[in-house]
């Protein structure tokens, strides 16, 4: 017996089968059960999601001899006819390849004759979109005045290339992409019918690899079924569709995250071996790093991940490893890697570098953070003796890349001891050679002047890390970590900026809407936020009232470019961010 593929063997014979498109079926059956048809129907949506065979079902319907309206027998010979594709009053014509102004002057030709044995002259016009302008004309002149014995169904995947001028005269239906988990249902059905051993998991890669599209999905299971017989190994499933094993893929996210380049190399090796294509290992790695992306951003639908739901849990786990700035850097170099890859003549050393290229992008910090440890490590440490150099200019090294040791440091979480963080063989002081220019930064107040006693700091402290929690937003939130303590007083929340820096005081102040918002959480009541004390005196606030979230202009804003850049380079946080990044200063003017 001959095979009979899949999809032309379980294309749906009645509106009921019709998987995912509850809608446009049941519209359709009312109209049919009604009696009112329109002369043309535009099919759209994307491919695979049934608009030919609705186009079909729908010929049948109008046609049949002996079925219910809305309810083709399929056994009539107008059923049975266009169901094989030969029936004399259905032309199905695909505008891919017919889409000039005289195939369509041939159809209208052919409109103008009765139906030779049907009810109505039906014309399905596949990838209506392809059509010329000239085409499209022609077209329209026979929908402005259709012959009373004429359907015209016209679908595409691509509804905006439609002329509104059609558009106006169709009946208008939109097809959704198939939800997985109803092409899982269908294949499953189909595979038991058919008394085809497969195991959930590999049905699933089946679904998944169709992305969303249910004919593709059946030509896939086709393929498997081809291969293997009736008994599918799981093996077989990933093999012949070109999927990378979800194993392989986790692997590898794992070992770019923690520089493991010994299996990065095997992983490669292992791929060779294996005589699996490099290019398309690339791009399912890189899909795997858009889902990391997708998870990270708090998404678990698994049909926008277009991943079976088992691998969710894994996914997560994985998206941890990196922060986001990680994963828009890696899948940046993702599109270099491929791109090499297409003109390499050795595509496996290309992808090798491309994956050791990766693991170092994974070690790189995010520059918030950076500046943010920096400005600690300036405030921390010990003032120098006084008027020590009060005026030295800016350290001016000549420019040179980031040191290896700098850049490849370890990733440090914002919030340990700044001791800590210090790279090896250096400590904070040396790093951070200190002093406060006493006009614009005062010395610091005291601990135990601000503080009744430590334990209220530690609450301090405390209420502000949970509302650094709640803000939601990482680079914020670090900054805000550097401040020293926050407190409720009423309906006050006052920020206590300790010995934060300048940059971070004026970063934290130009947020406190943002601040006020997360406070209002944690403290479940509505507060004007406020920074108060610490080595600057100048209170900023803001709140629900709306008052102005940028601190006040310092006195002698007006000063010449020169000034001030005299006098960001006694900031302690800028001159300790040129000891580690040297380079020459330019001045900027930024506008607030
Ligand atoms: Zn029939």
Redesign the pocket.
Known sequence: MQYQVLALKWRPQSFHELVGQEYVSRTLTNALESGRIAHAFLFSGPRGSGKTSTARLLA?ALN????KPGE?????V??TEIAAGGCMDVLEIDAASNRGIDEIRELREKARYNPARDRYKIFIIDEVHMLTAEAFNALLKTLEEPPPHVVFILATTEYHKIPATILSRCQQYSFKLIQYPLILERLRTISEAEGIRISDSALEQVVFSSGGSMRDAMSALDQVIAFSGSEVRDEDVSTLLGLVEPRVLAETARAIAGNDLEVLLRTVAGLVEAGQDLNNFCRRLSGHFRNLMVVKAGISDPALLGIPESVLPDLRVQADLFSREDLLRLFDAFQKIETGMKYATQVRFQLEMGLLEMAHIARLRPLEELVAEFSTYADDAPPRGPGGGSGAPPPRVSPGKVPADHASAGRAPAGRAPAERAPAGRAPVERAPVERAPSSAPAPRRKDEARASAREEGEDRDLLGRIASALGRESLESLLRSFSGARAEGDRLVLDPGGAGEFIRHQVARNLDAIAGAAAVVLERKVRVTVEGGADTRATSAGDEGAPATPAPQAGAASSPGDLLDRAGREPAVRSFLDTFPGPVKAEKIDE
């Open positions: 049948k049949c001899h002996d079925g083709p027998c399929g056994r009539c107008a059923c």
